[in-house]
């Protein structure tokens, strides 16, 4: 089987970082990861349900496809529930 091209993406806090890889046919997520040294790379530490392909979480056993985005997400910094009754209350009826 030919190689495939994926893509690993993280956004941090000032910048957004795009690392293309050719990985064997039959890598999961946890193969690209670990090819693309983002992880290493901004001490991110155990990104475990963390990631995703294309907006959706998966997890590091997750066969990837020709073309596939793998995305590493950071930490929320609000509950977006709660950030939305905050903007309720402060609004004016």
């Known amino acids: 089987m030919p190689p495939i091209d994926v893509s690993v993406v993280y956004a941090g806090e000032n910048d957004v970082v795009r690392v293309a890889l050719v990985l064997p046919d039959g890598a999961c997520l946890g193969d690209a990861l ?10 991110l530490g155990d990104v475990t349900g963390r990631t995703g392909v294309y907006g959706r979480l998966r997890g590091n056993d997750e066969p990837l496809q020709q073309g596939d985005r793998v995305e590493i997400y950071r930490p929320l910094r609000a509950d977006p529930k709660v950030s939305r009754r905050q903007r309720a209350k402060r609004r004016p009826r």
Request: hydrophobic share 50%; proline share 0%.
């Open 34 to 43: 670990a090819a693309s040294g983002l992880v290493e790379r901004y001490a």
